[in-house]
C-alpha cells in the first residue's frame, strides 16, 4: 500500500493504544490485511506510536493508556519511557523544542489506567465518557511476555485484560475495530503448516475438553488463598504461583505460562465480540529496524555498524591492516536479516 493510501485510511482516526511503553507499541513490523483501515496499521513497517507523531498529521488523536496510579505519574512515564527513547530523535528534531507542548495539546492524551480492571482502570469519569464518544480503533499491545511469570499475574493481564479491552470497546460508539496482537506461539511447538484459525472457548492443543477460563480464575485463588494462610514468604507465593501456571499451561498442551494465558485471551474475545469487528494478531520474531526512523534501533541494544567501524579503526592503527578487511556498511542489510539473523535465532535460540 501507498503510503498516501495509508494516510488516508487513519485521516481523522481517534485511536486508543494499550501497552504503549512496551517494546510492541514503540516498534513494530506487522503483515497487512485485507481491509485499508488494518493495513494502515501492519504497513507501518517499524514504529507505531513514533511513526504516527513523524509522518501522520491528520490522525485526530492518540489516546495512550500507560499503567500509572494518576495523571502525574502517567505522564512520567510517557516522558521518561517513550518520548526520552533515542527512537524518537526523528520526531524531536522535526517539532524541536515545541515536542511536548505540541504532541500534548495537539496529538496525544496520556492515560493513567490499568488494562487488568474494569475499565481499563480509568478513575477520570469525564475522560471515560470522552474516549467512549471518540475513539473509533483500539489497539491493544498490553502484556506480560515473560514465559514463566506468576500465573495470577499473567492471566491478569494477558487472559483477563483482552476481556476488559472488549467490554472498553462495546462501549465506544463510533468503533470501527478492535486490534489484539497475541503471538504466533498460541499455536504450540506444532511443526509444519500452521492454519491462523482461531480458538474456540475451552480448546487445547492436546485435545482435552477441560478448560474452563473460569475455573482457572477460581484456582488462582485458591492457590493464593491456601499460600496466605500460612503465612508464605513473597518469595514463596512468587515461585509457586509460576509453577502453577507452568502446570495448568502443560497440563492442557502449551509449553508455558505466557503462551497459555495469551491463547485464553483470545478465546475471551472470540467467544463475546458481539458486534465488534476484530482482528487478532499473532508475530513471530520482533527484531531491530531496518530502515526508518534510521537503522538498527531495537529496544536497549543496536544493530548499527558504529562498533564495528571503531574495531576495524583500532586494528588498523595497531597495523593490522588486512583483518576485517571489509566494509562494514557494504552489508546488505535485508538480506542479512532474513536469512541469517532471523533464520539464526529460530534455529539456536528458538528450540
Not at 45 to 72: H, Q
Not at 236 to 250: P, W
Not at 254 to 259: D, G, I, L, Q, S
Not at 325 to 336: A, G, M, Q, V
Amino acid at each position: 500500500m501507498e503510503l498516501g493510501n495509508i494516510a488516508q485510511a487513519l485521516e481523522n482516526s481517534s485511536i486508543l493504544v494499550t501497552g504503549a511503553t512496551g517494546f510492541l507499541a514503540k516498534s513494530t513490523s506487522f503483515l497487512s490485511p485485507s481491509t485499508s483501515i488494518l493495513r494502515a496499521f501492519f504497513l507501518f513497517s517499524g514504529f507505531f506510536i513514533e511513526k504516527i507523531l513523524r509522518v501522520e498529521p491528520n490522525v485526530r488523536k492518540l489516546y495512550l493508556v500507560l499503567r500509572a496510579p494518576d495523571s502525574k505519574s502517567a505522564l512520567q512515564r510517557f516522558n521518561s519511557e517513550i518520548i526520552a527513547k533515542d527512537l524518537f530523535r526523528v520526531v524531536k528534531e522535526k517539532y524541536g523544542p515545541s515536542l511536548s507542548a505540541l504532541i500534548i495539546a495537539q496529538k496525544i492524551t496520556v492515560v493513567a489506567g490499568d488494562i487488568s480492571k474494569k475499565n481499563l482502570g480509568v478513575q477520570d469519569l469525564n475522560l471515560l465518557e470522552e474516549m467512549w464518544n471518540d475513539v473509533d480503533t483500539v489497539v491493544n499491545l498490553a502484556a506480560t511476555t515473560n514465559f514463566d511469570e506468576r500465573y495470577d499475574v499473567s492471566f491478569r493481564i494477558n487472559t483477563l485484560g483482552a476481556k476488559h479491552v472488549l467490554k472498553f470497546s462495546k462501549r465506544c460508539t463510533k468503533i470501527k475495530v478492535l486490534l489484539h496482537v497475541s503471538t504466533a506461539y498460541v499455536s504450540g511447538e506444532k511443526v509444519g503448516v500452521i492454519r491462523e484459525t482461531p480458538y474456540g472457548l475451552g480448546e487445547t492443543l492436546n485435545g482435552t475438553f477441560e478448560l474452563n477460563i473460569d475455573n482457572e480464575k477460581k484456582i488462582i485463588e485458591r492457590k493464593l488463598e491456601k499460600l496466605w494462610a500460612v503465612n508464605a514468604t513473597e518469595q514463596d507465593v512468587e515461585l509457586a504461583m509460576k509453577d502453577l501456571g507452568t502446570q495448568r499451561a502443560r497440563k492442557f498442551g502449551w509449553p508455558n505460562t505466557y503462551v497459555f494465558t495469551k491463547a485464553m485471551g483470545e478465546m475471551l474475545l472470540g467467544s463475546s465480540k458481539g458486534n465488534i469487528p476484530l482482528v487478532i494478531v499473532r508475530p513471530t520474531i520482533i527484531t531491530s529496524t531496518y530502515k526508518e526512523p534510521f537503522p538498527g534501533w531495537v529496544e536497549g541494544m543496536s544493530f548499527d555498524d558504529m562498533n564495528t567501524e571503531i574495531l576495524r579503526r583500532t586494528v588498523r592503527n595497531h597495523g593490522g591492516e588486512n583483518t576485517f578487511y571489509f566494509d562494514p556498511k557494504s552489508i546488505h542489510w535485508e538480506d542479512y536479516f532474513m536469512n541469517i539473523h532471523i533464520p539464526g535465532l529460530v534455529k539456536y535460540v528458538f528450540k
